[in-house]
């Protein structure tokens, strides 16, 4: 097996026993991306140079001593470019700090390599909305890799990364996971902090990992979990051991199959591939008990009320004053802020701009924002329900698998719409992952990978990790 093929902990043995060197592992990454990833375009930057010295320095003695991970391009590395795959910050913008995530990378041996393609501002289902380039599925260059994390999911399911981290405000790591046939995991709310991730919808946003296996994921979670003084909303509570928890089966634990999760829309091959891991589950001695989330039917409008309102004061911040681009001979200031801003956002992100200034604006805040706050704690409510019942539930990540290019790129209703099964994990602030359960036969092509979606109750990562590895083919 290629060492960009194999997993952390293959990888980290490997490096224990000195067969394998970590500038190996770099070298080899390198020489993938240069020969495949022109076709996939996983990557938008990687510095080699950088990696490599911090390869050659690398304390192998670490949880993740000498791993290159890739970060998504909307997490801070210092000194590195930053795009959030927009022209906004395409221009030279380089970070001037560590995302505590790429810190705790750094501090548990790991070395950041590469920086992945994403939509714009992390707005989007396919990585479509990038600015920058296109990012294909390795499984079919013809189709989406999903999105938002997009290069993320490509680039460690087309053995160009070992991991990477990506974030997730309505699905993005779990959707582009599941449609790459990898891991991804988005952690609950305040398991991780987000000093240093480019704030899209600041209640939502998690940074996760994806990965080749559950086993990897623990082992990522663990070096980036935990409180931070740079972030309030990070919680301040001890990070369980999570490999510790992963082989422990489960026998005894009631999973949950909720039936608005099954209903029409979602592609029947999906739907049998779901209720095979399930049954799976069932055969290693769970019980699958029927729940119901009754207010499901309302997330996709919660959440884009909730995230585009979020997003317009967070993207506030893009003035062309502080940060990147800045329009050539502004007329007055007016002028300056008005043209920095039309030339550097593109189409989605001015939507969901203007989108959430309106519901947040005096006459429609009562009628729309606050409703919607009101709508998220009953869809909140139902996951405390079902979680009294239920140790975790199963249900899709997506209603189809990926979708060819261009589909639908000039129909956001029906973009928004494919988020379905992903956003409700965010509004609850509860965790959730994806796991690889199989593939579809496409009617051209390669088949076409599908993931399972499993969530647990908030901070229970131990018991989704557990549940996710029983599941994993
Ligand atoms: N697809 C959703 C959106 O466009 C979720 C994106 C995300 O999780 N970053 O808002």
Redesign the pocket.
């Known amino acids: 097996m290629s060492l960009a093929s194999s997993s952390i902990s293959a990888l980290r043995k490997q490096l224990a026993a000195r067969e394998i060197t970590a500038v190996d592992i770099v070298d080899e990454l390198a020489a993938a991306i240069a020969a495949r990833d022109l076709r996939i375009g996983a990557y938008l930057s990687h510095d080699l140079a950088d990696a490599r010295a911090a390869a050659a320095a690398a304390d192998l003695g670490l949880p993740l001593g000498g791993i290159p991970i890739a970060l998504k391009d909307n997490i801070n590395a210092l000194g590195q470019p930053c795009t959030c795959g927009s022209r906004f910050l395409a221009t030279g913008y380089t970070a001037p700090y560590d995302a505590t995530v790429t810190a705790r990378l750094r501090a548990a041996g790991a070395i950041p390599f590469g920086r992945t393609n994403l939509?714009e501002f992390?707005?989007?289902?396919a990585t479509e909305n990038s600015a920058l380039q296109v990012t294909r599925n390795p499984h079919d260059l013809t189709r989406i890799p999903g999105?938002?994390s997009g290069g993320s999911a490509a680039a460690v399911a087309a053995d160009l990364s070992i991991a990477a981290l990506g974030?997730?405000?309505?699905?993005?790591i779990r959707q582009p996971a599941s449609h790459c046939g990898v891991v991804g995991l988005k952690p609950s709310y305040g398991r991780v902090s987000r000093y240093g991730l480019v704030a899209?919808a600041s209640s939502l946003d998690q940074i996760g990992p994806l990965t080749k296996s559950v086993e990897d994921a623990a082992l990522l979670l663990q070096a980036i979990a935990g409180a931070d003084p740079r972030d309030s909303t990070c919680l301040d509570v001890p990070v369980p051991d999570y490999s510790a928890e992963l082989e422990k089966g489960v026998a005894g634990l009631r999973i949950g199959i909720p039936k608005e999760y099954f209903g029409e829309g979602i592609d029947p091959a999906v739907r049998a591939l779901v209720e095979q891991a399930a049954q799976r589950l069932q055969a290693a001695g769970a019980e699958l008990v029927d729940i119901s989330l009754p207010h499901t039917e309302h997330a996709v409008a919660t959440y884009y009320i909730i995230?585009p309102a979020e997003a317009s004061s967070n993207l506030s911040r893009f003035d062309g004053i502080r940060y990147g681009k800045r329009a050539d001979a502004p007329a007055d200031l007016l002028d300056l802020y008005r043209r920095s801003r039309e030339e550097g956002f593109g189409p989605e992100v001015k939507r969901r701009i203007i989108l959430g200034t309106y519901v947040l604006s005096s006459g429609y805040y009562d009628a729309y924002y606050s409703r919607a706050q009101k709508v998220r704690t009953l869809i909140r409510r139902d996951f405390e329900n079902a979680f009294q019942q239920v140790d975790a539930i199963l249900t899709p990540v997506a209603p189809t698998p990926a979708r060819k290019i261009g589909e639908f790129s000039d129909d956001p209703l029906h973009e928004y719409l494919s988020?379905i099964f992903t956003l409700a994990a965010n509004l609850a602030g509860i965790c959730a992952i994806s796991v690889p359960c199989g593939s579809v036969p496409a009617e051209s092509g390669s088949p076409l990978p599908v993931g399972v979606q499993i969530l647990a109750p908030h901070l229970a990562e131990a018991t989704l990790l557990r549940v996710a590895r029983a599941a994993e083919l």
């Open positions: 939509d992390a707005m989007g289902s999105g938002s974030s997730d405000t309505g699905g993005s899209f995230a988020d």
